[in-house]
């Protein structure tokens, strides 16, 4: 902040300067009063009713008379934006010397190009002002003028609101995540609540595990975190079953969609076996013309096969 | 941990057989119109349920032998929540994992919670020398009344 002041006390006869070489009506002592207070609202910094001032008149005032990009990012950072002016003024001291010198100057030319426009009028105005206000108001009255002066330049160049739309930008991707794949991977960082409630019965579970003979001990949580797993694994199915009962415009799910559901994920490739028995006949029994579930059926015969080779074990010993 | 009968139907067609090695069709049901919400006015037909059930039990057996084969490798003789998380991982269902930790530490937590409040000693509120001072008085008390 303090480099700040500094920068700005040779600036300021610059300031004088110019206004009484363009407009030598205007009383001076009026207007560099306002030039310096202007710069010292933006050393002050976080007055919330300065910035809101600020924000409608000087930004988009820069992009109209300063035709070098560089410049106006740096200006709109530092200032337009509420919640980077509390975080920049740490780096501003570094980098502001450099940055802050040519906006200035634009404003400054900008008010010397409109004098014709309003300096006249509303000096009186504005003289009111500065004597009724104490100095601290005075950078508001002083920005006030400026929005009134500087729409019309501002327009062609309209370059903050694609500023605004780019910080939206990269929320978009996360928005639309219609692919399933990349749900669950979204899950990883942080646990979505369950839908579901109820419980799968802790008992069962560790039966049905150690309904293979291989198994044997299981420890006490065991039953819960396979019932857990379980229940997210459900969740996935029926979702995803649901998915393709809406695709098909039905409203009711059933074993063929769910069949369906189970080809769309590599993952869910051990539960081939158990659906090419069931889906095939229940298509067979009830609706006739679909191809996708029977292609599915003959990879299904394969993998079933080689799964079944793989863990040999429990499939015997399930039934019985 | 008894049988959970609650939800289960008392159905003459899963007592016999495997209804031990299935799931309650009741509770699954129930979980799936948990799962589909109302608005969607999505239904689960029957027959996809008994699949679903189905594949729910394949879960199950899928992981416990994966879990199970982890543990011999380790030489453990008792399957640990680890194996069932390194398990799910080289299945392909590594999202579960943290969801399946939390579970099994919120259950570890209620299991405390529990023993601590079967554990009388600590419930009494009396430090050990009050309690053996009781003892010695009830014990006391005990001799007079035979003597």
């Known amino acids: 902040m303090s480099t700040q002041d500094s920068s700005y006390a040779p600036k300021s006869p610059d300031l004088s300067s110019f206004y009484s070489s363009a407009t030598s009506d205007i009383p001076q002592d009026h207007n560099v009063p306002g030039g310096y207070s202007f710069q ?3 050393g002050a910094g976080p007055g919330p009713h300065q910035y809101s001032t600020y924000q409608s008149s000087v930004p988009s005032s820069v992009p109209s008379s300063v035709p070098p990009p560089t410049s106006a990012p740096a200006y709109g950072s530092n200032d337009s934006n509420n919640t980077a002016f509390s975080t920049y003024p740490p ?14 100057q634009q404003t400054q030319f ?10 006249q009028p509303p000096p009186n105005h504005s003289t009111s002002y500065y004597s009724s206000y104490p100095e601290s108001a005075s950078p508001a009255a002083y920005h006030q003028l400026q929005a009134q002066l500087q729409p019309q330049p501002s327009r062609p ?7 605004a739309s780019n910080q939206f930008n990269p929320s978009d991707p996360q928005n639309n995540m ?11 960082n942080e646990i979505e609540p369950s839908p579901v409630k109820t419980k799968f019965p802790t008992a069962r579970i560790k039966r049905i595990m150690q309904a293979d003979e291989e198994v044997g001990k299981v420890a006490q949580q065991t039953p819960i975190a396979v019932g857990k797993a379980l229940e997210l694994f459900m969740v996935q199915l029926v979702r995803k079953s649901a998915e393709v009962a809406r695709e098909k415009n039905s409203k009711r799910i059933t074993a063929p969609m769910l069949k369906q559901a189970i080809g769309s994920a590599n993952e869910w490739d051990f539960l081939q076996d158990i659906v090419a028995k069931v889906g095939e006949e229940k298509e067979g029994g009830k609706s006739s013309g679909r191809t996708k579930p029977e292609s599915d059926s003959d990879e299904e015969g394969e993998t079933g096969e080689v799964k079944k080779k793989g863990r040999g074990g429990r499939k015997k010993k399930a039934p019985a | 941990m008894g049988r959970p009968g609650k939800s289960d139907k008392w159905d003459p067609k899963d007592c016999s057989g495997s209804d031990d090695l299935s799931l309650p069709k009741a509770t699954v049901q129930k979980m799936v119109t948990e799962i589909l919400p109302a608005s969607s006015g999505l239904s689960f037909a029957k027959e996809a349920r008994d699949l679903l059930i189905e594949c729910c039990v394949e879960f199950i057996t899928l992981v416990s032998s994966e879990a199970n084969e982890i543990s011999e490798k380790e030489a453990k003789k008792t399957i640990a929540c680890d194996h069932i998380t390194k398990a799910l991982e080289t299945l392909g269902f590594s999202e579960y994992i943290p969801a399946v930790l939390e579970a099994a530490a919120q259950h570890k937590e ?3 919670v529990r023993e601590k409040r079967g554990n009388k000693l600590e419930d009494s509120g009396m ?3 009050q309690l053996e001072q009781m003892q010695r008085e009830a014990l006391a008390e005990a001799r007079q009344k035979f003597q």
Do not use: C, H
């Open chain 2, 127 to 129: 430090t050990m020398e």
């Open chain 1, 178 to 188: 219609p692919p399933r794949k990349i749900a669950p991977a979204a899950k990883q």
């Open chain 1, 91 to 104: 780096q501003s001291t570094t980098g502001q010397q450099g940055q802050y010198f040519p906006p200035r």
């Open chain 2, 110 to 112: 209620t299991q405390k």
């Open chain 1, 110 to 119: 900008v008010q010397t190009n409109q004098s014709p426009y309003i300096l």
């Open chain 1, 40 to 42: 010292a609202g933006i």
């Open chain 1, 157 to 163: 160049q309209t370059s903050q609101p694609p500023a």
